[in-house]
């Protein structure tokens, strides 16, 4: 272990102190002395460890190490198993990968006591060069205490810096290494290693390379995170994700004279788009590892450590040339061109599918579009595109198809041209010539004019939006209204659904009276009294008429005679003039109308023994008469 | 059912009589619709402002103006125009359209939270349910109802009173249902109140004054909760729940009887 020299220590300001001095004065000067003495005594028997204080130490396992090792900083407290590490270091030179883990040590030698704490921290350096570890801030008793940056010198690549070269220090160590044991297992070195492999190294621009991220490992990997993405600059990259279908199997390979389990993680297919030598960029990758046991008595533990890639350059060729195509456009693979109409024969303004595809292995989707489709007095609409390329055996295959829907214009015979495409084939590193078929169609019927709508039988036009725009104004009467309040903010919408309310309640209260006065046939027909007897006196108003009759004063008599029955209850047969009025002075109603009554009843009478007195009287004021004894006694009644 | 013929004879003539306009609305508004047509934004804009200052009040009427302020590249305006036009008449489905198109230009993209399955309902209930009309509807309901109450009063117990008394609890469930919606339809249209940036970019400060801190910064055409007013500044409450104090010259209204505001 490499010994750092250790830091001071910054101290917490201390509060208001709580000591006093003493006045001077002669006459406590031999209590002091005896006070000092004591104390010096009590100081000079009191074990070292505690006397001294807390120490802080802080040491690394290596002073120089590989940008792919890892380095490990112990913080040592000694004298205070309390300590707490105050914040996690950091520094732009290195990641702290683990820790920090704690452990506490107990001693008891000679019969004096003695405790540490140590905490363990892994970084993984970021660059090579002269790095310096970060200070660790340590709080111990009420200080703190920070430790001093340590300098590591970092190199390319890795030391191999394995745990299992580690010798023991002599014969008799063995505790020794124990004692010293970090709780942190070293770095697994070499047994860990993180590749990107690529294939081939030197390509056309177009063609496709195969990249894999392998891990190769000697000790049992448990877990992995992509600590930092690499990126594919200057590449059109199709990733492969190789745990979703036939994912790559564990392999034993030879790396550096070594072998190892190899377990490729990532696959990508790059296409170069430019031309020169491309450095890939790395990538770390960090493992959860699970370390020998040091000792039959110990465990295996879990580390984590962090691999960056290994360099990788390709060299990217540009295209020959000597020979190249006018309409060569960067294709470069192995294809096929082909192209079919699915009509032969079709009528003037019926449209035709025209379809041309492209298959093959390469760069396919780098074919954005066709060279133009011009046919003479033949509308071509634009292609629809469709494609099914998928990555396999380390470059893109399939096939990308552009539907034309021609609509020639008139009859005859419509020819479609051979379309010419050239692409590059990297395996013979020439150019090659493709045409597709030429075609030809019959039109039968009679000439369209091309510049109406078209609306081809069968096919079906897709419709193209050319822009956006906001709709028109409205126009209208409903342009021009005044502001009107809302219908329930009418001072009529309130009244109305009260009105509604009251008209209910009014019409219910009225429709319950008369069913309860229907149950009671005496109450009934008392109440009706007035009512009947007022209907039953314009019936004999149109009898008076005619001047009086028998008629009339019969129907007089017996509107009478009914009234006083269902108002009164009184006996029709007993009504004679001295017993009517008795009977009506004993139901309480006013004189008058009384009199009113018995006069008509004798009127009535009368004209059964003296017809012809009765002459020079009017029958309308008769029955005037009779409708005010009649109210009389209904308004005395109430 | 006279009572029912009243009530509806009533109603048609408040609205003949509210229907009457001066005819300068008349006029300011077809000489402004002429001038849209003919490409000059400025005086059909002008136009649809006289119309409303003259009295004019139409949900068309704002979505017109709304169109012309779109065209002279006012689009907090025409934001404000299109949410007046749909306040005023939910189912306006050219001013929703408009709307949704302004609001693509608009710099201040705050999505709202999500509303809930019955929160969604609900909007599309009150959306497509004019509040005046909705008060018609109940007010038949509830004449309908009382209709009900009394037919059955005078029934006598059978077939026709049970029959009776199943049509009266479907009319008691529509006016209860139709009841909660009218009045959350009244609800919202009173309770509501929104603003809408009319500036290209406006400070939201901590208080309603210059003084205090800025917050943050909305632009054009941003709507907003108002919440509060306090002596010429609106306190703004956005859809993400930042709240702050603005300028109310700089706000307009969409709840209002006068605009801006």
């Not at chain 1, 295209?319 to 960067?330: D, K, V």
């Not at chain 2, 400060?205 to 306090?230: C, D, I, M, W, Y």
């Amino acid at each position: 272990m490499v010994k750092v020299p250790v830091l001071p220590g910054r101290n917490i300001p201390p509060g208001p102190s709580t000591a006093r001095s003493n006045p001077p004065g002669a006459r406590h000067a031999l209590p002091v002395a005896a006070l000092w003495l004591t104390l010096s005594l009590a100081l000079a028997m009191m074990p070292p460890a505690l006397a001294d204080g807390p120490v802080v130490r802080a040491t690394v396992d290596a002073n120089k190490i590989g940008q792919e090792d890892t380095v490990t900083l112990q913080v040592t407290v000694e004298g205070d198993t309390d300590a707490e590490i105050l914040e996690r270091p950091s520094s732009a030179d290195f990641v702290l990968v683990a820790g920090p883990s704690t452990s506490s040590q107990f001693q008891f030698v000679n019969g004096r006591a003695s405790s540490k704490k140590i905490f363990t921290f892994v970084f993984s350096p970021q660059k090579t060069g002269a790095l310096t570890l970060p200070a660790v801030k340590v709080r111990v008793g009420g200080n703190v205490q920070a430790t001093q940056p340590v300098a590591v010198e970092v190199v390319p690549g890795t030391l191999g810096r394995s745990r299992a070269a580690r010798q023991p220090r002599s014969p008799f160590d063995l505790f020794d290494d124990y004692e010293q044991e970090p709780q942190q297992p070293a770095d697994p070195g070499r047994d860990v290693v993180v590749r990107l492999e690529s294939s081939p190294a030197r390509v056309f621009i177009g063609q496709p390379v195969t990249v894999d991220l392998v891990i190769y490992y000697r000790v049992n990997v448990m877990g992995l995170e992509i600590e930092k993405e690499g990126k594919f600059e200057n590449f059109w990259v199709e990733s492969a994700d190789p745990g979703a279908k036939n994912p790559p199997q564990q392999s034993r390979r030879q790396l550096d004279g070594q072998v190892y389990y190899a377990q490729t993680v990532r696959q990508w297919v790059l296409f170069p788009m430019t031309a020169g030598t491309r450095q890939l960029d790395p990538w770390s990758v960090k493992l959860l590892v699970q370390a020998a046991a040091r000792s039959f008595f110990s465990f295996d533990r879990r580390q984590v450590v962090i691999r960056r890639t290994n360099p990788v350059s390709i060299e990217v060729l540009d295209f020959p040339a000597a020979g190249r195509p006018a309409e060569f456009n960067g294709l470069c693979g192995r294809f096929e061109f082909t192209a079919a109409v699915d009509k032969q024969k079709v009528p003037a303004g019926e449209g035709v599918n025209l379809k041309v595809t492209l298959s093959g292995e390469g760069n396919l989707r780098s074919l954005s579009e066709l060279p133009p489709l011009e046919l003479d007095r033949c509308k071509v609409y634009t292609p629809k595109t469709r494609e099914d390329i998928r990555l396999a055996g380390g470059t893109l295959r399939g096939s990308r198809a552009w539907e034309f829907i021609l609509v020639p214009l008139e009859p005859g015979t419509l020819r479609v041209p051979a379309l010419p495409l050239a692409y590059f084939d990297p395996a013979a590193g020439a150019y090659r010539r493709l045409a597709s078929p030429p075609l030809s169609v019959e039109v039968a019927g009679q000439a369209v004019d091309g510049a109406v709508p078209l609306s081809p039988a069968g096919v079906a036009l897709p419709l193209e939006l050319k822009g956006r725009d906001i709709r028109y104004i409205a126009t209208g009467a409903s342009l021009w209204r005044t502001r009107k309040l809302p219908v329930y903010r009418q001072p009529w919408f309130g009244a109305a659904f009260a009105g509604i309310l009251l008209a209910t309640l009014a019409v219910g209260a009225w429709d319950e009276r008369r069913r309860r006065l229907r149950h009671d046939a005496r109450e009934w027909a008392r109440s009706r009294a007035a009512v009947q007897a007022r209907r039953a006196l314009k019936g004999c108003a149109r009898l008076g008429r005619k001047g009086f009759s028998d008629a009339f004063f019969q129907e007089l008599y017996r509107i009478l005679q009914d009234y006083l029955e269902s108002r009164y209850g009184l006996n029709r047969i007993a009504l004679t003039g001295a017993g009517l009025r008795q009977s009506l002075a004993g139901a309480g109603l006013p004189e008058e109308p009384v009199e009113g009554l018995i006069q008509l009843y004798q009127l009535c009478e009368s004209h059964r023994y003296a017809p012809a007195a009765l002459a020079q009287q009017d029958p309308e004021t008769v029955l005037a008469t009779v409708r005010q004894v009649l109210e009389q006694l209904e308004r005395g009644q109430s | 059912m006279k009572l029912v013929r009243a009530l509806l004879l009533c109603g048609v003539i408040a609205n003949c009589l509210g229907a009457e306009t001066p005819p300068r609305i008349t006029a300011a508004v077809e000489q402004a619709n002429r001038h849209y047509g003919e490409g000059r934004f400025m005086p059909a804009y002008d136009g649809y402002r006289r119309a409303i200052e003259l009295g004019g009040y139409s949900p068309d009427l704002f979505y017109n103006l709304g169109n012309a302020a779109y065209r002279l590249g006012r689009l907090g305006e025409a934001v404000l125009c299109y949410e007046r036009t749909l306040w005023l008449d939910p189912g306006h489905g050219d001013a929703a359209f408009n709307l949704e198109h302004t609001r693509r230009l608009l710099t201040d993209k705050i999505e709202p939270p999500a509303p809930n399955l019955a929160g969604s309902a609900w909007e599309w209930a009150v959306s497509r349910v004019d509040v005046s009309a909705a008060g018609w509807i109940m007010l038949c309901l509830f004449a309908g109802l009382g209709l009900g109450l009394l037919a059955m009063s005078r029934l006598r117990l059978g077939p026709a009173r049970q029959r009776a008394a199943g049509i009266l609890g479907i009319l008691l469930a529509l006016n209860l249902a139709w009841g909660g919606l009218f009045a959350g339809l009244v609800w919202r249209r009173e309770s509501g109140r929104d603003g809408v940036v009319l500036v290209k970019s406006l400070n939201v400060r901590s208080g309603p004054s210059e003084e205090n801190p800025v917050l943050f910064t909305v632009h054009e055409g941003l709507k907003a909760g108002v919440v509060s007013q306090v002596q010429g500044w609106d306190q703004v409450l956005l859809p993400n729940g930042w709240n702050g104090w603005v300028p109310a010259a700089e706000v307009g209204l969409v709840q209002s009887e006068g605009y801006p505001r």
